[in-house]
């Protein structure tokens, strides 16, 4: 099956690479997909690839049925992210973006193209294994996340999904690098909002006041006691505030301060505690200076937790396309987020690794960087184990 899968993708490259360039040139916002929605719908279409469309708006969802599908079968699913970013490209790329401040910044027209070209491989191997492979192009990664609303369409039924993988790119690689983490592998990117609602007046006087400006000063500092002095320090966490926003002037006391920020964590009790601790830090402090609040903690993606026996698959399927040293294991996850993680959480044998992306001796920008340039080479690799991991996975007894 190797040498198969090394010649189909090798065809299908060039194509993807294309497609690719397409994608890059006209970046969509999340869930305003609707041309690149179009373009997988069309690329499916010409390859006799049975679709649904319009899922979670703009989701896509192809299905490829394998030689044998019976009803002991089983079913993969792989999964892409469509949307761009509010970032206006400086990158250099002859095939750069086209709109003003939007910009793959973050590698979905990557991880859009090799899913394409993983849907042809497969549709021509399709009389070489059994079972069926689900195509999920999603939505609105970047913001709330088209994952859970893809799912709650189906997806995962008729025929029920037995596994589910993806991945994504990572400037910190050179192309032909893979990464591989079991376990934790992203946290969930919680966000919550404050509002300190005090007493404005004249700066001469503060004792006439109720200053939020001060109280939320207090507010910031006591927040990273949390993490450093309640959490359990084994356990990552990250409790930032981002934007804090009150008065507008120098002489004048405001009434209000508004503070946003995000909090990180790799399990649901810490989750919960953060939640909990967040909205106590604030209560008691604005109770000390009399201040009322209003305080919300909204929940976002769910950590990623990566199957450790899918992580051993795809590592395998790794170690016959990329050269031992290029194969890396291991090693810390990352406090971003991802909305895989509602399929890592709705099928247990689901795992997302890193492409690495950068030529080499290239200059290595970090994802949401206006600068990022990934390469188009790194198609081949990604392409190469997903379909890999996929038949070897469905000609499983």
Not at 122 to 129: Q, R
């Amino acid at each position: 099956m190797y040498k198969y899968i090394k010649s189909e993708v090798e065809k299908a490259v060039p194509a993807a690479i294309n497609k690719r360039h397409i994608i890059h040139r006209n970046p969509e916002l999340s869930f305003h997909e609707f041309n690149t929605s179009s373009l997988v719908c069309e690329t499916l279409s010409e390859l006799g690839i049975e679709f649904q469309s319009g899922l979670a708006g703009t989701g896509v969802l192809g299905i490829i049925n394998g030689l044998k599908h019976e009803d002991n079968s089983k079913t993969v699913l792989i999964r892409a992210d469509m949307d761009a970013l509010s970032v206006n490209e400086d990158s250099g790329l002859p095939f750069s973006s086209e709109k003003e401040n939007v910009m793959h910044a973050c590698g979905h027209d990557i991880h859009t193209s090799i899913l394409l070209c993983c849907a042809q491989v497969l549709n021509n191997l399709k009389d070489k294994f059994s079972g069926c492979v689900k195509l999920m192009f999603q939505p609105g990664e970047e913001t709330s996340g088209g994952a859970k609303p893809m799912i709650d369409s189906g997806i995962l039924e008729n025929p029920k999904v037995n596994s589910c993988v993806a991945l994504h790119i990572e400037p910190s690689l050179n192309v032909g690098q893979v990464r591989f983490k079991p376990g934790a592998a992203y946290a969930c990117p919680d966000e919550f909002s404050i509002k300190i609602l005090g007493k404005g007046g004249h700066a001469a006087d503060p004792h006439k006041c109720i200053d939020p400006i001060l109280i939320s000063s207090e507010i910031v500092c006591a927040l990273q006691t949390i993490p450093s002095r309640i959490i359990n320090p084994l356990n990552p966490v990250v409790v930032s505030v981002c934007s804090i926003n009150g008065g507008s002037t120098y002489n004048v006391i405001p009434d209000s301060v508004h503070i946003k920020g995000t909090a990180r964590s790799f399990s649901d009790y810490d989750r919960d505690l953060l939640e909990e601790k967040i909205g106590l830090t604030v209560k008691q402090i604005c109770e000390l200076y009399g201040a009322e609040f209003e305080y919300k903690f909204d929940r976002l993606f769910p950590p990623l937790i990566n199957d450790k026996n899918t992580i051993e698959q795809l590592k395998k399927s790794a170690e016959k396309y990329l050269e031992p040293e290029n194969i890396f294991f291991g090693g810390y996850p990352t406090m971003g987020g991802e909305d895989f993680s509602y399929l890592t959480r709705a099928v247990n044998d689901s795992a997302l690794f890193w492409l690495g992306c950068t030529e080499e001796k290239a200059a290595q920008y970090p994802l949401h960087n206006c600068r990022l340039a990934a390469s188009d080479s790194c198609i081949k690799y990604g392409a190469e184990i997903l379909v890999d991991y996929v038949t070897q996975y469905l000609n499983e007894n």
